[in-house]
């Protein structure tokens, strides 16, 4: 079965510099969630979109900015990065729509701030 | 803010023997969701069980929830070394029909040996 994907899987940047995540849901799956989960710690919630409109928003920093597309894929934006931000970045995917509450997350990116 | 406290932390028991962690949560939930990741490597859902569900078994697992008690268990049965990972419970808050988050406990590290 096809599951969330997320591109890049590892990224390196220095600090000051943007990056894009992208995160392709499983098919007809509505809704989309990001989560940052630091070394050692459990994940946090980020964002999410339901039907390509934010529905939820968590401690995303106002540095990053986020977006789902018509094909229901999601990018997220992260600006003036700096060493906090070294993490693993996952998208998660659900049909919300279709009265199912289980998030099927991606592999993760593996974001590194130098 | 972090919603589960899981206990224990860490576990270390034997192959054949039964692992059992416990997570501790605040709010109302819609349903508690248990994860499994493996040392830097995604989330795998493993089960769901609703607000209105008391115990649920899917092969070698079985969750219980008691709302009363904002708690829920995961019983492991005849662990296996591949059943080395870190597993985290997460809520899901009562859902108004959009999108919405999970919040992740604390996780247990289980390690299993041969």
């Known amino acids: 079965a096809a599951g969330v994907i997320q591109s890049p899987r590892h990224l390196i940047k220095e600090k000051r510099e943007t990056a894009t995540l992208k995160c392709y849901p499983i098919p007809r799956h509505d809704t989309v969630y990001w989560y940052q989960q630091g070394p050692g710690q459990d994940p946090q919630f980020l964002i999410s979109f339901y039907e390509k409109m934010q529905s939820d928003k968590g401690s995303i920093p106002d540095r990053f900015s986020a977006q789902q597309f018509s094909d229901y894929h999601s990018e997220l934006n992260m600006s003036s990065l700096e060493l906090g931000d070294s993490a693993l970045y996952f998208c998660?995917?659900?049909?919300?729509?279709?009265?199912?509450?289980?998030?099927?997350f991606g592999p993760g990116t593996r974001l590194l701030v130098l | 803010s972090q919603q589960g406290e899981e206990d224990p932390q860490a576990l270390s028991i034997q192959e054949g023997e039964n692992a059992t962690m416990n997570c501790s949560y605040k709010t109302s939930i819609n349903n508690l969701q248990w994860y499994r990741q493996n040392s830097g490597r995604g989330l795998v859902h493993l089960i769901l069980?609703?607000?209105?569900?008391r115990e649920k078994h899917s092969g070698r697992l079985r969750v219980t929830l008691d709302t009363s008690k904002k708690s829920s268990s995961l019983l492991i049965t005849a662990s296996r070394a591949a059943d080395t990972a870190s597993y985290f419970c997460a809520t899901d808050p009562a859902w108004d029909g959009t999108a919405s988050k999970l919040t992740f406990g604390t996780g247990t590290r289980l390690q299993v040996t041969l």
């Open positions: 998660a995917s659900s049909s919300r729509g279709g009265g199912q509450e289980t998030q099927y």
């Open positions: 069980i609703r607000s209105n569900e």
